[in-house]
């Protein structure tokens, strides 16, 4: 959904609707004017189960219909603002959150008040998220199942890509990490005992062949896979798992 004049009537046709995309251009002011119709129309929406933002600035009372919707699981915000609030906001369903591209201030915002309820957190280890973790205070997560960790800036330091790892290891529910960037374990410091939980890996090989060992890993993926790998090393790696793999699999 474009930044479009629209007519309640015509907001009322998303009643049906189970997800809701919002991307800004162009004047703030007026893409503002635009948005709150929208926003709130969406209490009267039964089944809106994702709400993704980009451009957005996002208001006090705004926020309030945000976290008060009962169905909404999946919040995707991308280079947004939300401000912090002074009034007691609803207790939030939202399990799965979405984060790119935005301030430290409004990461730390989100994911404090998500912080009992999210269980899927994806990240850009280009943005603020990580600082806000590390600079705000450790936020506990006690739900976070999956971290998924991408970079849309292909020349950012490789030090900010170790800091999103570094970061993360100190949660131990974490059970699914996807790392769908370029990095390798032996550039930082992670200990065999960190991620203990950790069931299934997504990443490149390079990293997996050290991040696998003596944890309790069934399954893997590789991500950015190459000709002059060494096959039998990421092979020797899985065969160190504390788990029993199916036959035939990996």
Same mark, same amino acid.
């Given at each position: 959904?474009?930044?479009?004049? #629209?007519?309640?009537?015509?907001?009322?046709?998303?009643?049906?609707?189970?997800?809701?995309?919002?991307?800004?251009?162009?004047?703030?002011?007026?893409?503002?004017?635009?948005?709150?119709?929208?926003?709130?129309?969406?209490?009267?929406?039964?089944?809106?189960?994702?709400?993704?933002?980009?451009?957005?600035?996002?208001?006090?009372?705004?926020?309030?219909?945000?976290?008060?919707?009962? =169905?909404?699981? =999946?919040?995707?915000?991308?280079?947004?603002?939300?401000?912090?609030?002074?009034?007691?906001?609803?207790?939030?369903?939202?399990?799965?959150?979405?984060?790119?591209?935005?301030?430290?201030?409004?990461?730390?915002?989100?994911?404090?008040?998500?912080?009992?309820?999210?269980?899927?957190?994806?990240?850009?280890?280009? @943005?603020?998220?990580?600082?806000?973790?590390?600079?705000?205070?450790?936020?506990?997560?006690?739900?976070?199942?999956?971290?998924?960790?991408?970079?849309?800036?292909?020349?950012?330091?490789?030090?900010?890509?170790?800091?999103?790892?570094?970061?993360?290891?100190?949660?131990?529910?974490?059970?699914?990490?996807?790392?769908?960037?370029?990095?390798?374990?032996?550039?930082?410091?992670?200990?065999?005992? @960190?991620?203990?939980?950790?069931?299934?890996?997504?990443?490149?090989?390079?990293?997996?062949?050290?991040?696998?060992?003596?944890?309790?890993?069934?399954?893997?993926?590789?991500?950015?896979? @190459?000709?002059?790998?060494?096959?039998?090393?990421? #092979? @020797?790696?899985?065969?160190?798992?504390?788990?029993?793999?199916?036959?035939?699999?990996?």
């Amino acid at each position: 959904m474009r930044s479009t004049r #629209l007519k309640r009537k015509n907001l009322l046709h998303l009643r049906v609707a189970t997800e809701i995309h919002w991307s800004g251009s162009g004047s703030r002011s007026l893409e503002n004017s635009q948005l709150h119709p929208v926003l709130s129309v969406l209490p009267i929406i039964p089944n809106i189960q994702l709400l993704s933002l980009r451009h957005a600035d996002i208001n006090e009372a705004q926020q309030s219909i945000i976290f008060g919707l009962s =169905t909404l699981r =999946t919040l995707v915000v991308r280079s947004c603002g939300f401000h912090p609030s002074t009034t007691p906001i609803p207790h939030s369903h939202v399990t799965a959150l979405k984060l790119a591209h935005n301030d430290t201030q409004t990461s730390h915002h989100l994911l404090s008040v998500l912080a009992s309820t999210v269980e899927d957190l994806e990240i850009d280890s280009s @943005d603020g998220t990580v600082r806000c973790v590390r600079l705000g205070g450790f936020i506990e997560l006690p739900k976070l199942s999956t971290l998924t960790m991408t970079s849309t800036d292909f020349y950012s330091e490789i030090v900010t890509r170790q800091e999103s790892l570094g970061t993360f290891k100190r949660y131990t529910s974490i059970t699914t990490l996807h790392i769908l960037f370029y990095l390798r374990l032996s550039d930082m410091s992670l200990h065999h005992l @960190d991620l203990p939980a950790l069931r299934s890996l997504t990443c490149h090989h390079r990293l997996a062949v050290n991040l696998i060992p003596k944890r309790p890993l069934a399954t893997y993926v590789e991500v950015y896979s @190459d000709f002059n790998k060494e096959p039998w090393r990421l #092979l @020797d790696s899985l065969s160190k798992t504390r788990v029993t793999k199916p036959p035939g699999g990996l």
